[in-house]
Protein backbone atom coordinates (compact mmCIF):
# COMPACT_ATOMS: atom_id res chain seq x y z
CA UNK A 1 0.00 0.00 0.00
CA UNK A 2 1.30 3.49 -0.84
CA UNK A 3 2.07 6.08 1.47
CA UNK A 4 -0.65 8.62 0.57
CA UNK A 5 -3.08 5.77 1.09
CA UNK A 6 -1.57 4.95 4.58
CA UNK A 7 -1.24 8.14 5.67
CA UNK A 8 -3.88 10.39 4.28
CA UNK A 9 -6.59 8.09 2.86
CA UNK A 10 -6.37 5.75 5.73
CA UNK A 11 -9.87 6.54 7.48
CA UNK A 12 -11.35 6.38 3.61
CA UNK A 13 -13.22 3.85 2.29
CA UNK A 14 -11.80 3.33 -1.19
CA UNK A 15 -12.31 0.13 -3.70
CA UNK A 16 -9.68 -0.27 -6.54
CA UNK A 17 -10.15 -2.96 -9.02
CA UNK A 18 -7.70 -2.91 -11.64
CA UNK A 19 -7.89 -4.72 -15.01
CA UNK A 20 -5.07 -4.84 -18.45
CA UNK A 21 -3.82 -1.68 -16.77
CA UNK A 22 -7.16 0.21 -15.98
CA UNK A 23 -8.22 1.40 -12.64
CA UNK A 24 -11.30 1.84 -11.19
CA UNK A 25 -12.01 3.86 -7.63
CA UNK A 26 -15.26 3.54 -6.04
CA UNK A 27 -16.36 4.19 -2.38
CA UNK A 28 -16.38 7.50 -0.34
CA UNK A 29 -13.95 9.88 0.58
CA UNK A 30 -14.03 12.64 3.77
CA UNK A 31 -12.78 15.25 1.75
CA UNK A 32 -12.55 16.55 -1.82
CA UNK A 33 -9.32 16.70 -2.50
CA UNK A 34 -8.71 13.03 -0.98
CA UNK A 35 -10.62 12.12 -4.44
CA UNK A 36 -7.60 13.89 -6.63
CA UNK A 37 -4.82 12.04 -4.36
CA UNK A 38 -5.75 8.82 -4.41
CA UNK A 39 -6.26 9.53 -8.67
CA UNK A 40 -2.83 10.75 -9.32
CA UNK A 41 -1.44 8.41 -6.51
CA UNK A 42 -2.59 5.35 -8.39
CA UNK A 43 -2.07 7.14 -11.85
CA UNK A 44 1.62 7.28 -11.37
CA UNK A 45 2.00 3.31 -9.92
CA UNK A 46 3.81 1.06 -12.50
CA UNK A 47 1.51 -0.95 -15.23
CA UNK A 48 -1.52 1.61 -14.91
CA UNK A 49 -2.27 3.11 -18.08
CA UNK A 50 -5.81 4.87 -16.91
CA UNK A 51 -7.68 5.93 -14.04
CA UNK A 52 -11.73 5.50 -14.04
CA UNK A 53 -12.28 7.66 -10.26
CA UNK A 54 -15.44 7.54 -9.21
CA UNK A 55 -15.00 8.24 -5.63
CA UNK A 56 -17.86 10.29 -3.94
CA UNK A 57 -17.06 12.61 -1.25
CA UNK A 58 -19.17 12.29 2.14
CA UNK A 59 -20.85 15.20 3.32
CA UNK A 60 -21.15 18.48 1.82
CA UNK A 61 -18.29 19.77 -0.02
CA UNK A 62 -17.36 23.85 0.49
CA UNK A 63 -17.68 26.10 -2.05
CA UNK A 64 -14.75 27.57 -4.16
CA UNK A 65 -13.53 30.23 -2.38
CA UNK A 66 -15.44 30.52 0.49
CA UNK A 67 -13.82 30.56 4.03
CA UNK A 68 -14.42 26.21 4.78
CA UNK A 69 -12.22 26.24 1.43
CA UNK A 70 -9.61 28.00 2.08
CA UNK A 71 -8.86 26.53 5.39
CA UNK A 72 -9.04 22.72 3.83
CA UNK A 73 -6.38 24.22 1.32
CA UNK A 74 -3.97 25.67 4.06
CA UNK A 75 -4.23 22.58 6.07
CA UNK A 76 -3.69 20.69 3.12
CA UNK A 77 -1.04 22.39 2.01
CA UNK A 78 0.87 22.00 5.87
CA UNK A 79 0.16 18.34 5.83
CA UNK A 80 2.58 17.89 2.52
CA UNK A 81 5.77 20.05 3.80
CA UNK A 82 7.90 18.43 6.20
CA UNK A 83 9.41 21.58 8.08
CA UNK A 84 5.92 22.93 9.46
CA UNK A 85 3.04 20.81 11.26
CA UNK A 86 0.21 20.41 9.47
CA UNK A 87 -1.26 18.40 12.59
CA UNK A 88 -0.35 20.55 15.25
CA UNK A 89 -1.57 24.07 13.63
CA UNK A 90 -5.16 25.29 13.86
CA UNK A 91 -6.47 26.72 11.01
CA UNK A 92 -9.07 29.63 10.87
CA UNK A 93 -10.19 32.10 8.07
CA UNK A 94 -12.39 35.03 8.16
CA UNK A 95 -13.52 36.59 5.17
CA UNK A 96 -10.42 35.19 3.42
CA UNK A 97 -7.75 36.05 6.29
CA UNK A 98 -6.52 33.56 7.71
CA UNK A 99 -5.79 33.01 11.56
CA UNK A 100 -3.08 29.96 12.64
CA UNK A 101 -2.73 29.19 15.99
CA UNK A 102 -0.76 25.97 17.77
CA UNK A 103 2.58 25.50 18.51
CA UNK A 104 6.15 25.94 16.44
CA UNK A 105 9.60 24.00 17.27
CA UNK A 106 11.05 27.93 16.48
CA UNK A 107 10.52 30.99 15.12
CA UNK A 108 11.79 29.71 11.94
CA UNK A 109 8.74 27.27 11.46
CA UNK A 110 6.39 29.71 12.45
CA UNK A 111 7.49 32.44 10.03
CA UNK A 112 7.60 29.52 7.22
CA UNK A 113 4.07 28.54 8.23
CA UNK A 114 2.87 32.24 7.64
CA UNK A 115 4.87 32.28 4.36
CA UNK A 116 3.09 28.48 3.07
CA UNK A 117 -0.68 29.87 4.07
CA UNK A 118 -0.02 32.87 2.74
CA UNK A 119 0.67 31.70 -0.94
CA UNK A 120 -2.46 29.41 -0.85
CA UNK A 121 -4.92 31.10 -3.68
CA UNK A 122 -7.36 32.41 -2.21
CA UNK A 123 -5.72 33.59 0.86
CA UNK A 124 -6.06 38.02 1.95
CA UNK A 125 -4.21 37.95 4.71
CA UNK A 126 -2.78 35.54 7.44
CA UNK A 127 -2.54 36.34 11.05
CA UNK A 128 -0.27 34.11 12.96
CA UNK A 129 -0.62 33.82 16.61
CA UNK A 130 1.26 30.80 17.06
CA UNK A 131 3.66 29.93 20.11
CA UNK A 132 6.85 29.27 19.80
CA UNK A 133 8.10 26.01 21.58
CA UNK A 134 11.28 27.51 23.98
CA UNK A 135 11.42 24.70 26.56
CA UNK A 136 14.59 22.58 26.02
CA UNK A 137 14.04 19.33 24.41
CA UNK A 138 15.13 16.13 26.15
CA UNK A 139 18.26 14.67 25.09
CA UNK A 140 18.18 12.68 22.41
CA UNK A 141 14.52 13.69 21.35
CA UNK A 142 14.41 14.40 17.86
CA UNK A 143 13.00 17.31 16.06
CA UNK A 144 10.36 17.19 13.63
CA UNK A 145 12.08 17.64 10.75
CA UNK A 146 14.31 14.48 11.62
CA UNK A 147 11.58 12.64 12.66
CA UNK A 148 9.87 13.05 9.40
CA UNK A 149 13.54 12.48 7.72
CA UNK A 150 13.26 8.96 9.20
CA UNK A 151 9.92 8.31 8.06
CA UNK A 152 11.50 9.35 4.39
CA UNK A 153 12.97 6.01 3.16
CA UNK A 154 8.75 4.38 3.12
CA UNK A 155 7.39 7.16 1.29
CA UNK A 156 7.02 5.34 -2.77
CA UNK A 157 7.64 7.09 -5.44
CA UNK A 158 3.60 7.29 -6.76
CA UNK A 159 2.72 9.25 -3.33
CA UNK A 160 5.62 11.58 -3.88
CA UNK A 161 4.67 12.84 -7.24
CA UNK A 162 0.93 13.05 -6.06
CA UNK A 163 1.79 15.26 -3.44
CA UNK A 164 4.46 17.40 -5.77
CA UNK A 165 1.53 17.46 -7.88
CA UNK A 166 -1.06 18.70 -5.27
CA UNK A 167 1.58 21.29 -3.54
CA UNK A 168 1.90 22.77 -6.81
CA UNK A 169 -1.53 23.13 -7.82
CA UNK A 170 -2.66 24.63 -4.23
CA UNK A 171 0.37 27.22 -4.07
CA UNK A 172 -0.45 30.64 -5.86
CA UNK A 173 2.41 31.37 -7.09
CA UNK A 174 3.28 28.08 -8.95
CA UNK A 175 -0.34 27.02 -9.26
CA UNK A 176 -0.40 28.28 -13.19
CA UNK A 177 2.70 26.43 -13.98
CA UNK A 178 2.06 24.05 -16.56
CA UNK A 179 4.70 21.04 -14.38
CA UNK A 180 5.22 17.33 -15.51
CA UNK A 181 6.29 15.74 -12.19
CA UNK A 182 8.54 12.61 -12.42
CA UNK A 183 10.00 10.55 -9.34
CA UNK A 184 12.63 8.11 -9.11
CA UNK A 185 13.68 6.85 -6.00
CA UNK A 186 13.05 10.00 -4.30
CA UNK A 187 14.66 12.26 -6.68
CA UNK A 188 12.08 14.33 -8.80
CA UNK A 189 12.27 15.84 -11.78
CA UNK A 190 10.59 18.95 -13.08
CA UNK A 191 10.15 19.96 -16.41
CA UNK A 192 7.66 22.76 -17.88
CA UNK A 193 8.17 26.43 -18.10
CA UNK A 194 8.10 29.41 -15.62
CA UNK A 195 7.97 33.17 -16.22
CA UNK A 196 11.03 33.78 -13.93
CA UNK A 197 14.24 32.38 -12.39
CA UNK A 198 12.71 33.40 -8.83
CA UNK A 199 9.24 31.42 -10.04
CA UNK A 200 11.21 28.55 -11.18
CA UNK A 201 13.33 28.91 -7.27
CA UNK A 202 10.16 28.85 -5.45
CA UNK A 203 9.13 25.57 -7.14
CA UNK A 204 11.91 23.66 -6.56
CA UNK A 205 12.05 24.99 -2.96
CA UNK A 206 8.53 23.93 -2.20
CA UNK A 207 8.70 20.66 -3.60
CA UNK A 208 12.09 20.71 -1.74
CA UNK A 209 9.95 20.29 1.33
CA UNK A 210 7.08 18.06 0.40
CA UNK A 211 7.24 14.59 2.27
CA UNK A 212 9.71 11.71 0.73
CA UNK A 213 11.65 14.15 -1.60
CA UNK A 214 15.30 13.67 -1.20
CA UNK A 215 16.27 15.71 -4.29
CA UNK A 216 15.07 18.27 -6.88
CA UNK A 217 16.64 18.45 -10.47
CA UNK A 218 14.15 21.41 -12.14
CA UNK A 219 14.37 20.91 -15.81
CA UNK A 220 12.20 23.88 -16.23
CA UNK A 221 12.74 26.40 -18.80
CA UNK A 222 12.85 30.30 -18.13
CA UNK A 223 10.28 32.02 -20.61
Known amino acids: MTYVFKTYLKN ?5 QSKDGGVTLTGTVSEG ?5 AGDTVANLPGVTNVDNKLAVKGEV ?5 DAWLVTKVK ?3 LFHRSVSGTGTE ?7 IT ?3 KA ?8 TTEYAKDVEGVKDVKNEMTVLTAAMNPGEKTTGEKVDAMTESVDDASITALVKTTLLY ?7 NTTVETKEGVVTLVGKAKNTAEKDLATKLVSDVHGVKKVVNNMTVQ
Not at 12 to 16: E, P, S, T, V
Not at 62 to 66: G, L, N
Not at 91 to 97: K, P
Open 12 to 16: DDINI
Open 105 to 112: ASLAQKDL
Open 171 to 177: HRSTSAL
Open 33 to 37: YHKSL
Open 76 to 78: TTL
Open 100 to 102: LRG
Open 62 to 66: PAEHT
Open 91 to 97: VLADNGT
